[in-house]
């Protein structure tokens, strides 16, 4: 199972763009790699998902490099509303069944 | 509506009592999930079910049990709950398929074992 490590804990100002990064040295060549957003007392949000190089969406934007082995999340001019908990999972095929979750990257926006 | 609907929200009960958390989905997913979060932590997989006749174990299904009745409704009883299964319980849903596909949650169920 592939194990991923991100801080803890960031701080941003609104309106700058944060950069989010996840190791995840073990992948294995079937994984997506998938992040998801978790404000307080509620369930998670997906956000987006990637498998190699850049992918963006309305909400963000995910840069995994050739080897695969890390990922950054990418939000653009950050508000307060995006001030949450962020979650790299890293999903061997089949589900989710064998994917942890951990306890992510709180992010707080600062006015 | 939500998709992904969880009862009750909120309940209080008592060390030994049996509790059941219900949740129902609308999207027509085949997938459903429960899992735990504690305070500070990330989610834990209780139980998952594929479909109605499949019933699978977590990372932590001791002291849970589960009842998949349709494929709209997954049901997570605790037959004899203790003050260490306060926690958040969220249910979730999925497409079918070998990739990771979206899991839509519910909005939770606060369980506190007094």
């Known amino acids: 199972l592939a194990k991923t490590t991100q801080p803890i804990s960031m701080d941003s100002y609104e309106g700058q763009e944060v950069n989010i990064t996840c190791s995840h040295n073990?992948?294995?060549?079937?994984?997506?790699i998938t992040w998801y957003q978790q404000f307080p007392s509620q369930g998670p949000r997906f956000i987006i998902q990637?498998?190699?190089t850049k992918v963006t969406n309305e909400v963000a934007s995910l840069f995994i490099p050739a080897d695969r082995k890390s990922s950054t999340l990418s939000l653009p001019r950050v508000s307060l509303s995006d001030t949450a908990v962020y979650y790299c999972?890293?999903?061997?095929?089949?589900?989710?069944?064998?994917?942890?979750f951990g306890t992510g990257t709180k992010l707080q926006v600062i006015p | 509506d939500a998709d992904v609907t969880q009862t009750p929200r909120n309940r209080i009960t008592k060390t030994g009592k049996r509790i059941m958390l219900e949740c129902s989905q609308t999207?027509?997913?085949?997938?459903m999930y429960w899992y735990r979060q504690d305070p500070g932590l990330g989610l834990r997989l209780i139980y998952y079910?594929?479909?109605?006749?499949?019933?699978n174990k977590g990372e932590i299904s001791d002291g849970y049990s589960v009842s998949r009745q349709a494929q709209a409704k997954f049901s997570l009883s605790l037959e004899s709950a203790i003050p260490n299964q306060t926690a958040l319980y969220f249910c979730?849903?999925?497409?079918?398929?070998?990739?990771?596909?979206?899991?839509?949650f519910g909005e939770g169920s606060r369980l506190t074992v007094l």
């Open positions: 999207k027509g997913h085949d997938r």
């Open positions: 999972l890293v999903g061997t095929p089949g589900g989710y069944q064998k994917v942890t």
């Open positions: 990637g498998y190699k």
């Open positions: 979730a849903t999925s497409e079918d398929g070998q990739a990771m596909r979206e899991l839509f």
């Open positions: 073990n992948i294995a060549t079937n994984d997506y």
């Open positions: 079910s594929f479909d109605v006749k499949d019933i």
